[in-house]
């Protein structure tokens, strides 16, 4: 019912910027909260940002706070995570998902069994 598609993934230096995109298609109404995942080899999927349909709500992981921005722009269903002050600790498979139940504890923003659409993923990879 929904496809996710991540785009912008690519190589770059430490301490450099990059902007994934997450375009999203389908039946997009149903969609409440986005996030982005991000999974390197041998590593659990972890948990990066979040972000409410109105944008108001935003959850970031610890280790990206300061450094990431999660936006969403509706009118062209696309969300976006703006990556600044890049680590290598940052190279993973960057997932986007979404979420159709609606959640008020930021709780549920951070855990990936609680969202149903998922994006195929795109490779970042940070040369130190």
């Known amino acids: 019912q929904v496809q996710l598609v991540e785009t912008g993934g690519g190589l770059v230096q430490a301490g450099g910027s990059l902007r994934v995109s997450c375009a999203a298609s389908?039946?997009?109404?149903?969609?409440?909260?986005m996030a982005w995942f991000r999974q390197a080899p041998g590593k659990e999927r972890e948990f990066v940002a979040a972000?409410?349909?109105?944008?108001?709500?935003?959850t970031y992981a610890d280790s990206v706070k300061g450094r990431f921005t999660i936006s969403r722009d509706n009118a062209k269903n696309t969300v976006y995570l703006q990556m600044d002050s890049l680590k290598p600790e940052d190279t993973a498979v960057y997932y986007c998902?979404?979420?159709?139940?609606?959640?008020?504890?930021?709780?549920?923003?951070?855990?990936?069994?609680?969202?149903?659409?998922w994006g195929q993923g795109t490779q970042v990879t940070v040369s130190s």
């Open positions: 389908g039946r997009t109404s149903s969609v409440y909260r």
């Open positions: 998902a979404g979420q159709r139940t609606y959640y008020s504890d930021a709780y549920y923003a951070r855990n990936a069994l609680h969202y149903e659409y």
């Open positions: 972000i409410s349909y109105s944008g108001g709500t935003i």
